[in-house]
């Protein structure tokens, strides 16, 4: 480790969190499932492939435009079950309170949640509660766990990608994190920003219905859609390009991360996904992707190559390249 102490930069989803897991937590809890490094463990018992998650939730504000820590939790953990094929089932929610924090404030999120697994189509089962003391919690902290169960055949895995495959986003990146930025900040336009928050695992059930060509389905959060290609160009051994002019962002969300200095492509969303497809599957992937409202903008935005190995370039619009890297720090801290 670089650094002998944690910084926020750990908790990114950039450079230092794979660090951390790297050389604190891998070595720990070795074993096949967890070196896979995705987003859900998938195992089989009795026959029945599961698929399990764990996330937690600490964005600030509690609440903002599209969504509330609640409905985050609960999407959030949905989403990553659904990112290996699975259909989200049950989930756990665990919240550490802090002494202070208004009883209505705590019913409006408890609502959240519920509305939100009701949407979903899953059931909060089980929990756990814990107060701490003044100052040391920011209102609420959630936890959520889930189970799903893996209805078909699909092999969804982060080190599936192939030259030749292509690369599609559901809809504009960017949403959640600006919206999150947006209320924080105070900060106003015209049109509204707000959280892209929802629950994608019914589209991913068309999709796979569609094609058998994907290979690997990712919703980009922390680090946004940038940090999640390179995981999976690493995790796979091959090189990316992406089209700068192909990749979808809303002109407000562009126009306050030009006013903020950042880009975009390190946003978080909430409601989108990656997907790495065969070139052959890609029309009907997206047919079914755009027959769904949460995928009306679905497009390609790149390509898998055997160039430059682990890494993602883009074609900017004015024709030249630049390596699309992982951050090294946090670019937006506290947003999800």
Do not use: W
């Not at 015209?190 to 219905?209: C, F, G, K, Q, R």
């Not at 390509?303 to 699309?324: L, N």
């Amino acid at each position: 480790m670089r650094s002998k102490e944690l910084q926020l930069g750990h908790g990114s989803g950039g450079r230092l969190t794979a660090e951390l897991m790297e050389k604190v937590f891998l070595p720990a809890y070795s074993n096949p499932l967890l070196a896979q490094l995705n987003d859900q463990a998938v195992f089989s018992i009795n026959g029945a492939r599961l698929a399990f998650t764990t996330d937690s939730f600490v964005v600030k504000p509690l609440f903002f435009p599209g969504g509330d820590i609640g409905k985050l939790a609960v999407n959030g953990t949905v989403n990553d079950l659904a990112m290996g094929g699975a259909k989200p089932l049950y989930l756990s929610a665990s919240f550490v309170l802090e002494e202070g924090l208004a009883i209505d404030e705590l019913k409006r999120v408890v609502a959240s949640m519920a509305d939100a697994a009701r949407e979903a189509g899953v059931e909060i089962v089980t929990g756990d509660t814990k107060v701490v003391e003044r100052g040391h919690g920011d209102g609420v902290y959630i936890n959520t766990s889930g189970v799903g169960v893996i209805e078909h055949d699909h092999y969804l895995s982060s080190n599936q990608a192939r030259p030749g495959d292509k690369i599609i986003v559901s809809g504009p990146v960017g949403d959640h994190g600006m919206a999150v930025m947006a209320r924080r900040e105070g900060l106003e336009f015209d049109t509204p920003i707000e959280s892209d928050t929802a629950p994608l695992h019914e589209m991913v059930a068309a999709m796979l219905a569609a094609s058998d060509g994907i290979c690997c389905m990712r919703d980009p959060t922390r680090g946004g859609l940038a940090t999640t290609l390179n995981e999976i160009a690493k995790s796979s051994s091959v090189g990316m390009m992406l089209h700068e002019t192909s990749i979808p962002v809303r002109e407000p969300v562009a126009a306050l991360c030009e006013l903020l200095g950042l880009d975009p492509l390190y946003v978080a969303c909430e409601g989108r996904l990656a997907a790495i497809a065969r070139a052959d599957d890609v029309d009907a992937l997206l047919v079914a992707m755009r027959s769904n409202s949460l995928g009306e903008e679905s497009v390609v935005v790149g390509d898998v190559v055997a160039d430059h190995p682990s890494t993602v370039v883009m074609r900017t619009c004015v024709g030249g390249t630049r390596i699309v890297d992982v951050l090294s720090g946090e670019q937006l801290p506290r947003i999800c």
